[in-house]
């Protein structure tokens, strides 16, 4: 009867991976089918009352909503900093201060890569082409069009995930930022090493293993170290741009900066300053941490706080405002843009809601509104948890990271994994007497290697390239590389148990 729980609390997970494995189906047709499974487990199996899973899907929604918010504006700028040709000016520009072919590359992963993905926006659409304009196979640049932010995508989108992760979890969102920072350091030194492995053109590679090597070790410590300094929402950005200076030095070359306007520019600057102040400047950090906060609370044992000037949506909203005003976009021009971008950014933020949602019920069952207590063997992260830890014991850690590229891989979308796993690492710290800080980071670390093996994003980077029809061939190379990765990602994470207090 045990197993059959376990099988039970398990199941959704397996209905989504055998939805895409055999169907092939979308992110959204996967949230619906998902959380209707769900409600349906919820109720019958584990015995939680309907009114208890609907105030856990409404819990879930306002739990994702910063998430939300975030995406979709960061969407809205991308599309209008791409379709006033904003961007590409800045790509361009900032391309041309690398001499040699893979001192390109690894600027183009490192730098501009991160930089873009720490402002909130899409990056597949950006550095995909960008690295095929520059000599290299489609088939190259559609893998490394995820590769420079996969091992810090705990930090991207403004740092939003790491705020998701502390409001599903309960944990201190400093705490699991410099746990992630730490554990972030292996993985995105091992993305440097392994670049020879997934690329085509391997004669740009030799004699550069090094320098990849030194590259993404300067990127994962400079993403901790801004962490702890500056800010979670900024490390990602501040990182790509040390990244990209340090090897445009290294290159004694110059990058064209007369192609790049200030207004072009000014929406990051807006960015980086605005998160940075109301970080570091601590009476608006007491102000925006403690003063001006909204909880909601639909479930009692459940708080949701929202803090508008901590969250990276106020930012990218004045972002918008500025893009709009510095570059004189027309009234036209905006519906016109913009209206091409939001089927794309309705379908995405709908997806997230449902899963955000699905979450919440599996997190709930078993509990009690009225009463205020929740019965464990009905509680499916606590099955969960009791089964994961007795087939891992102790070295459950290892596997942590696997279980957040799984929930990507499946899904398409890390945040996801966030979402779905990330409660269920607190109870399994609780059967194994382990910190869940570092449980919670290790898998929301490993939900970003899940990017590089996510068929959701390599068919987004392969459209762009004129690579369809590769697709296998890519994950081909990227699935057992996501494997390994998380996997030395686990072992880093079970060593830390040890060193970190």
Known sequence: MDFLLFFAAASPVLLIAVLVICWRMSALGLSVWGILFTMVIAFTVFHTSMTTILLGALDGLITTLPLLLTVFFGIMLSVLLIGTGALSRI?????????????????ICFG??????GAGIITEPIIAPTLKA?????KDAAILASWGYAGIMSFTLAGVFVVILSNVTGLDVQKLAIISAIISIIPTLVC?????LVMEKREITKGHLLFNISTAFACGVMTLFFVIYVSSSTACMLAGIVVLGGIILLSRSMPDFSAIRFADIAPFLILIVGLSVVNMYQPLRHLANEKLVFSLSVVPVHTVKIRPLMDAYTYLILAIAVTIWGLKITKHQFVTIVGTAMPRALRAITAMMIFGAMGQIVAFTGYEVNGGSIVPEHNMPWVLANGLSKMSGEYYPVFAPLLGWAGTFLTGYGSLSVMIFGKLQVEIARFINVSPEILASAMMVGSGIGS?????????ATSLVDAVGKEGDILRKTIPIGVAISLITGIWSYVLMYILP
Do not use: T, W, Y
């Open 134 to 138: 520059v000599g290299l196979p489609a």
């Open 91 to 107: 790509v361009n520009g900032l391309s041309k201060g690398f001499r040699d072919p893979m001192h390109q590359v690894n600027g």
């Open 192 to 196: 440097g090493c392994a670049m020879p």
């Open 452 to 460: 590089i093996s996510s068929p959701f994003k390599v068919a987004m």
């Open 112 to 117: 501009i890569e991160n930089f873009v993905a």
